[in-house]
């Protein structure tokens, strides 16, 4: 037998691999290890990871490393003995109870594989526990905790590979992107359709203020970039792409005395790149339409690079459902602690 597979309601972790050990000696040596976590750190969990991250980006990655960055809500809501679980009110009057899980996997620029995982953070009720920082605040948003994440993995993964860090809408946020660009790390994020945005309109002559929407359908399709399957159908993705300045104000909102108030903070205009990724079907409709901005300016790196590492951008939510349902079945560990 070559693995057990802990696959139902009451697994206890992870799936063990039987080699030239017992399997009930693994077993028993991976009992210990998680009832003695107090005396390991998490940090120092991470530094084999960090090891071999550090030799393989150089054999893996041609120009730059990729780091997708997203957030997975586990749910506890049946494990009543964990400890510290978040609450949150969903939409209509579901309660979302668990943990918060933010990652961030290394893929290569090459082909989009995964390489390992960078970081992972668990937020809980109480803290925030991490591989990377044990004094994250809790009052930080996902954004300025990613910021100060970035800046970290740039630090950490100082090669010739510049890293781009990939984020899907939530960053589509002003007070990020400048954050990001003082730092000096460079972002790929999926833009908001209505947020808007300055074009230089070089036929007029005129700079304008739109909507990223707006501005997408003033672009044709531009480059074919590869075929692939969207949602069981053949699908060409298209990347076209303009400069744009974004000059808003940052919002943020606060509670003052009881009530939510907005707090506006000006900032220096921003020169990025506008995508625009378009999936498109053998009847030439347009079945998805993603609008990107990245501060990455490369003339080796055109619109259906930037397009292509969007798209593999997606392994980050592989990623996730292999942790909660395909393999690791995160969602069903026994635990009670949340930093084992």
């Not at 120092?44 to 490393?65: F, G, R």
Request: with cysteine; hydrophobic share 35%.
């Amino acid at each position: 037998m070559g693995y057990m597979k802990m696959q139902h309601r009451a697994t206890s972790g992870i799936k063990i691999l039987l080699n030239e050990i017992e399997g009930s000696s693994q077993v028993q040596a991976t009992w210990r290890f998680f009832n003695n976590h107090q005396n390991v750190h998490i940090k120092d969990l991470s530094q084999p990871i960090v090891k071999n991250l550090k030799e393989e980006i150089p054999k893996q990655c041609d120009k730059y490393l990729l780091a997708p960055s997203d957030w997975s809500h586990l749910d506890y809501k049946h494990h009543s003995s964990k400890k510290d679980l978040r609450k949150e009110n969903r939409k209509g009057t579901c309660m979302k109870i668990g943990y918060d899980l933010q990652s961030t996997l290394a893929l290569s620029d090459r082909n989009g594989k995964p390489i390992a995982s960078i970081v992972h953070n668990l937020k809980t009720s109480e803290k925030v526990y991490s591989t990377y920082d044990e004094n994250i605040s809790m009052e930080l948003t996902h954004l300025e905790e990613l910021a100060l994440r970035a800046k970290h993995i740039n630090e950490t993964f100082q090669t010739n590979k510049p890293i781009v860090h990939i984020v899907d809408r939530e960053a589509d946020s002003i007070a990020f992107m400048r954050s990001m660009d003082k730092d000096g790390s460079l972002f790929l994020v999926r833009g908001k359709e209505n947020s808007k945005v300055s074009y230089h309109d070089a036929i007029t002559n005129t700079t304008i203020e739109l909507t990223q929407k707006e501005l997408a359908s003033k672009l044709p399709n531009g480059k074919k970039v590869r075929t692939i399957k969207y949602k069981k159908e053949k699908v060409d993705i298209f990347a076209n792409e303009c400069i744009v300045t974004i000059t808003r104000d940052a919002t943020k909102s606060v509670l003052i005395g009881g009530k939510k108030k907005i707090i506006k903070t000006v900032g220096k205009p921003l020169r990025v790149r506008f995508v625009v990724e378009r999936l498109v079907n053998n009847k030439q409709e347009v079945v998805a339409e993603w609008l990107l901005l990245t501060n990455v300016f490369d003339e080796e790196v055109d619109a259906s690079m930037i397009a292509t590492w969007y798209y593999y951008r997606w392994n980050i939510e592989s990623y996730f459902k292999l942790l909660k349902s395909s393999g690791f079945n995160l969602e069903e560990w026994q635990q009670r602690d949340p930093e084992a």
